[in-house]
């Protein structure tokens, strides 16, 4: 009996020692597509489907082929269903440019007074790249601001909307938010103009994904439609046109945007909507003139649709969190069976916790002592 606490300390500290680890965060993985990262995945495949992990172009049986385009990515989605008709490198992440716009005004849209006025900053005004003229003056509205970004691609007008927001740095966490919870995994915002910067980007599948849900919003969808509209000056206003040119060349097209820098070289959000269904093209990486390209594809769509079999999803965005109620703690959650189940990080449940082996073994080990105690007294008892 002499043994029988030793072995009790061996076997809590075994309890302590052999607890396995679980993770905190499920891994992205990441199959190097694109010029600038690689493809989000989701613990069952990549986002949207198996089929849209690769590089090359994915296309229904049973109809012929999308129109060749030089663009190195592209997607053809139903926007009613979700249902991607054909893509080519959907994942692969590529820079921009200004098609990160349209992420900019799905996140600020909900969250600025349409009506409030905005005195822009010298860092606004003076922003590189495509502009309106902002001057530093509270002649703007935020409506003329977000019809600015999206007619005529304003960066100084994205910078004026991110300072109106509460600043640069809020702004960027909030696209960045809003890209997850869109699951557009690929999308990382470093601006909120889609001036090229180190870590930036976005994928095909992505802006279909940000094009779908701003095409739920009246607002974005109102603005990204507009052909022309006047925009306030020190002096009256001027007049500003909408650099999509399909919005005057194809039939039932209602925007969305277009982007060009030299590093990201062309890209392309579109949607049109004939009778009573709206398909959405997207392009990215397109070293030319890309309009009629977009606008076969367009067709295309419309001739697929509902006649193929998809070859993935545009995948709905992710519930709001429900913030707990002021001063009261979340429920602990209560175990109710010992039975192995799958925990939240996909590993399985090893049984009873090692809690429990812990109090069993010191239990054990101190009726072992008592037990040792015992005998010695009675030996030292005189007979």
């Excluded at 070293?287 to 001739?303: R, S």
């Amino acid at each position: 009996m002499r043994h029988v606490a030793p072995v009790g300390v061996l076997l809590a500290a075994n309890a302590l020692l052999g607890v396995p680890a679980h993770a905190g965060d499920r891994p992205v993985a990441h199959t190097g597509n694109g010029s600038a990262g690689g493809t989000a995945h989701a613990d069952n495949g990549p986002v949207g489907g198996t089929a849209l992990g690769g590089r090359g172009i994915v296309a229904p049986p049973g109809m012929k082929a999308p129109p060749k385009t030089a663009a190195k990515s592209y997607v053809i989605a139903d926007a009613e269903t979700g249902e991607v008709l054909a893509a080519k490198d959907p994942h692969g992440r590529y820079l921009p440019a200004s098609t990160l716009k349209t992420l900019t005004a799905l996140t600020l849209i909900p969250k600025l007074d349409k009506a409030m006025k905005v005195r822009p900053s010298s860092r606004a005004v003076n922003e590189e790249g495509s502009a309106v003229g902002l001057v530093s003056k509270p002649l703007y509205t935020v409506e003329d601001l977000f019809k600015a970004l999206l007619l005529v691609s304003g960066n100084d007008c994205a910078m004026a909307l991110a300072e109106a927001n509460g600043g640069l740095a809020k702004t960027l966490r909030d696209m960045n938010a809003e890209a997850k919870r869109l699951q557009a995994f690929d999308t990382v915002a470093k601006t909120p103009s889609g001036l090229d910067k180190p870590g930036q980007s976005s994928s095909a599948y992505d802006l279909a994904l940000i094009a779908r849900a701003g095409l739920a919003n009246h607002d974005f969808q109102r603005y990204t439609s507009t052909k022309t509209g006047k925009f306030p000056a020190p002096k009256g206003y001027y007049e500003i046109g909408n650099h999509n040119k399909l919005l005057w060349r194809y039939k039932g097209m209602i925007g969305v945007k277009n982007g060009w820098t030299s590093k990201a070289l062309g890209s392309f959000v579109g949607a049109a909507r004939r009778n009573g269904h709206t398909v959405i093209v997207t392009i990215m990486r397109h070293d030319g003139y890309f309009w009629n390209e977009v606008a076969d594809l367009l067709d295309w769509g419309f001739a697929a649709r509902g006649r193929v079999a998809p070859v993935g999803r545009l995948v709905d965005p992710l519930p709001e969190a429900t913030p707990t109620p002021t001063g009261q703690a979340a429920a602990p959650q209560v175990a109710r069976s010992t039975t192995p189940r799958a925990t939240d990080d996909g590993e399985r449940s090893q049984g009873p916790s090692p809690v429990l082996y812990v109090l069993g073994a010191g239990v054990l080990g101190g009726g072992a002592l008592l037990v040792y105690g015992l005998r010695r007294r009675s030996r030292r008892k005189p007979s």
